[in-house]
């Protein structure tokens, strides 16, 4: 008896395109949370900005480098995914508060959050199994 992740065949145009897209998601995050480790200037007056203490700078950088090592394992890519899109959410969360820019600062995180789901859905067939677009 075949699993419904079986019956999925995925191309290798998909499967590579969905790797591009989470690739540049992944290098993002992981630049953004190794900043956020050696906190330059710029990074600690961005998070006084946005009413954080520079206390946290390290700690939230190490939990955005965990999220996305676990979205990089091809296992747990799924539950990286989940990770990320909370840790996301926050960050627009804190822009709304702030009232900072609708497109340039209150959607990038969206923008990330949707290249993470579409890489992933491109290469991951349990995905596409939970989450047919097809008929």
């Not at 075949?2 to 690739?23: D, N």
Request: glycine fraction near 8%; charged fraction near 15%.
């Amino acid at each position: 008896m075949q699993t419904a992740t079986e019956t999925i065949a995925l191309s290798s145009k998909s499967v590579s395109a969905g790797r591009i897209l989470s690739g540049l998601a992944a290098a993002f995050l992981l630049f953004d949370g190794v900043m956020k480790l050696f906190a330059p200037p710029v990074v600690r007056e961005a998070f006084v900005r946005l009413g954080y203490p520079e206390t946290k700078i390290i700690g939230i950088g190490v939990l955005l480098i965990l999220c996305t090592v676990i979205y990089l394992i091809p296992r747990a890519s799924i539950f990286g995914a989940i990770l990320l899109t909370g840790y996301l959410g926050g960050a627009i969360s804190t822009h709304v508060r702030v009232s900072d820019p609708l497109f340039s600062h209150l959607l990038f995180p969206a923008y990330i959050a949707l290249l993470l789901w579409v890489g992933l859905y491109l290469r991951e067939p349990r995905l596409r199994a939970l989450i047919p677009l097809k008929n």
